[in-house]
């Protein structure tokens, strides 16, 4: 794959942007059913990357990919980074597997499967994982771009009813119902810059 220096620093401004518009939002939610700090943590992560944008523009993309993943890592903390981290890792060397203009699809399925060993969590257990399913679903159906942000945020929304099994907000139980997950509506809320710059600037 060519290395695609304006993709790379487009979606790490459009991610920086986001998160840092809704920062006070995802704080808000993870103090009802965590410790209040999701914002703040995932702001932290993307202003990490979005200062090595340059660099990691130069990068040929898988490699930029699974570099911030790292960076996620070391910067975003609380169980936000290391997930979120494994997925881009993940991604990136899947990526570099299909030198070949792969279908991202299987790429994202592997990685979403990474993430839930990282986790130790499935569908259903109030993380972000419910929000990373269904995207790769719409995504193996060849769905819009408008349509599996859509799906994105409904699936967010849909955390509200379950009952978190990991994290912080387990210990909650059953008081966990009713909130949104902090981790699924941060995902949901990139999931949607994502497709919405890629549906404006996706290389043919
Ligand atoms: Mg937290």
């Known amino acids: 794959m060519q290395a695609e220096p304006v993709l790379v620093a487009g979606l790490i401004e459009v991610c920086?942007?986001?998160?840092?518009?809704?920062?006070?939002?995802?704080c808000a939610l993870d103090r009802v059913i965590g410790d209040g700090d999701h914002g703040t943590n995932m702001r932290r992560g993307c202003e990490a990357v979005s200062a090595e944008g340059e660099s990691l523009s130069s990068l040929p993309f898988p490699d930029a990919v699974e570099k911030i993943g790292?960076?996620?890592?070391?910067?975003?903390g609380g169980?936000?980074?290391?997930?979120?981290?494994t997925l881009l890792m993940e991604i990136g060397r899947e990526l570099r597997k299909n030198?070949?203009?792969?279908?991202?699809?299987?790429?994202?399925?592997?990685?979403?499967?990474?993430?839930?060993?990282?986790?130790?969590?499935?569908?259903?257990?109030?993380?972000?994982?419910?929000?990373?399913y269904p995207v790769h679903e719409a995504l193996a159906k060849q769905?819009?771009?408008?349509?599996?942000?859509?799906k994105a945020e409904r699936s967010a929304?849909?955390?509200?009813?379950?009952?978190?099994?990991?994290?912080?907000?387990?210990?909650?139980?059953?008081r966990s119902i009713g909130h949104v997950d902090p981790g699924a509506?941060?995902?949901?809320?990139?999931?949607t810059a994502i497709c919405r710059y890629l549906g404006e600037h996706r290389p043919q």
């Open 157 to 174: 929304d849909r955390t509200a009813a379950m009952k978190a099994m990991r994290g912080r907000a387990a210990f909650l139980g059953e």
């Open 79 to 85: 169980a936000a980074g290391p997930l979120y981290g």
């Open 16 to 26: 920086r942007a986001t998160i840092a518009e809704n920062a006070d939002h995802l």
């Open 70 to 76: 790292l960076m996620l890592v070391m910067n975003v």
């Open 143 to 150: 769905s819009p771009l408008s349509d599996v942000a859509r």
């Open 99 to 132: 030198e070949e203009k792969a279908d991202f699809s299987p790429v994202l399925k592997q990685a979403i499967d990474a993430v839930a060993r990282r986790g130790r969590s499935h569908a259903g257990d109030k993380t972000l994982l419910d929000v990373l």
């Open 185 to 191: 509506s941060s995902c949901a809320l990139l999931t």
